[in-house]
């Protein structure tokens, strides 16, 4: 590994949390480059489950630089709380590194996120409601609050002073809301002004430097491709690029820099949240998948909705990410059950599609066509090697690789770090 790139090829939820542990015990450096407290990845390490939110997976190595990058928006209280648990667990975040281009999260930003959700009621997309597409819009506007206005007390002032009239207007009138207090949030911001002096720098010239020198570096991507806000299920998105150009725009790094970009994507596929999902499975299946793959969102503990790997939409995450290869999670889920199916096209008013479509509406009405495979009962979550799994699975991972064309070279077959089988290609 020099440069890593290691995304959700799903709506998310894949595993990546254990992936880019996998990869990050050989970095040097890992970065965060988009997304913000949205995320949650679990790591666990014997008997102990760290679950992270904002900080880069990166800091539970004590030789690797976790790198917060310009891409990303932060909730500065969040992010202070999450080092205070690290701590408590031994782990030193002292290397921690924010960029000074990143975006706060404001306490308006977070109401607004709450108050736009609810008035959309049947419609709503599935916010968590931490404000980051609110953040990410002001970003846009040009009228968001970085990192590097808190540094100075006077900027940081007339900056949130002019902009807390504007959300103001917009709290009360349009929503009924209460209105913030200027001197309060000042003063709740003061309070991190000494953390982030310590913590904030020129990151993409961090990451630059690092990449001339040959260290390692992995890039994580939070949320995963379908949830792009380009190139994912709009509006049932999320309100940054998941795909794997911006880990080179949301890092400050040139696209050359980067060498592999590592798919993950279960064996089957969830969905948090509202919007289109073809093959899920709301039955006796969807609900094996749930309870035997712990299927409950990191950040707001809701029950994920499950189904059938898609291998259209697979591919799709192939061509728009230019994926060198494929780490698949969650195998040994599938243990126990008779029959397994495979989503190999579309039927879109009478015919077959075999590309993912771009419009909503197709997604709305069209039905999967299914490819079944005899399922395994062997429990495989301490298989090591490719060879040793059944047939059955053996079978299952082969026809999910010549149809992507990318080879997969990674299968994770149990929570723990070590529970992997690699694949030499």
């Not at 961090?206 to 991507?221: P, R």
């Not at 395994?376 to 090697?385: A, K, L, R, Y």
């Amino acid at each position: 590994m020099s440069t890593t790139v290691v995304l959700g090829a799903q709506w998310g939820d894949e595993g990546k949390g254990k992936v880019t542990d996998f990869f990050a015990s050989n970095a040097d450096m890992v970065v965060r480059f988009q997304g913000g407290n949205n995320a949650g990845h679990t790591i666990v390490v014997k008997d102990k489950t760290v679950k992270l939110s904002l900080t880069p997976s990166g800091v539970l190595y004590p030789n690797c630089i976790p790198v917060i990058a310009s891409g990303c928006v932060v909730d500065i209280g969040f992010l202070i709380d999450e080092l205070k648990m690290l701590e408590e667990n031994n782990i030193d975040t002292s290397k921690l590194k924010l960029s000074s281009n990143a975006h706060l999260i404001m306490p308006y930003h977070k109401l607004l996120d709450e108050l736009i959700e609810n008035k959309l009621g049947k419609n709503m997309i599935g916010t968590t409601k931490k404000g980051i597409g609110p953040c990410y819009g002001d970003k846009i506007q040009r009228q968001g609050i970085r990192v590097q206005d808190l540094y100075d007390e006077n900027i940081f002032r007339e900056k949130v002073s002019t902009i807390l009239e504007d959300k103001n207007e917009i709290i009360t009138k349009i929503y009924d809301g209460e209105p913030f207090d200027l001197e309060q949030v000042l003063d709740q911001f003061n309070e991190y002004r000494d953390t982030v002096k310590k913590i904030m720098t020129d990151t993409s010239l961090l990451i630059s430097n690092a990449a001339k020198e040959g260290k390692n570096i992995l890039f994580e991507g939070a949320q995963g491709t379908l949830l792009d806000i380009d190139h994912g299920t709009y509006p049932f998105v999320t309100s940054s690029n998941t795909t794997s150009a911006n880990a080179a725009i949301g890092s400050g790094i040139g696209p050359r820099d980067i060498e592999k970009i590592v798919g993950v994507t279960k064996a089957y596929i969830s969905r948090v949240g509202t919007g289109p999902f073809l093959t899920e499975q709301e039955n006796e299946i969807g609900d094996y998948l749930i309870d035997k793959g712990a299927e409950y969102g990191v950040v707001t503990g809701r029950r994920r909705r499950c189904g059938w790997l898609d291998l259209v939409s697979l591919k799709y995450s192939v061509r728009v990410n230019s994926l060198t290869e494929l780490f698949i999670t969650k195998l040994d889920v599938l243990s126990g059950l008779d029959e397994l199916n495979l989503n190999i096209a579309y039927e879109v008013d009478g015919s077959e599609e075999i590309d993912f479509p771009r419009e909503q509406r197709i997604l709305e009405s069209a039905k999967p066509i299914y490819k079944t495979f005899k399922g395994w009962s062997e429990d495989i979550s301490n298989v090591t090697s490719f060879d040793n799994l059944p047939d059955e699975a053996k079978e299952y991972i082969k026809f999910i690789e010549d149809f992507i064309q990318v080879p997969i070279t990674f299968i994770s077959v149990g929570p723990e770090r070590n529970q992997n089988i690699i694949i030499e290609q």
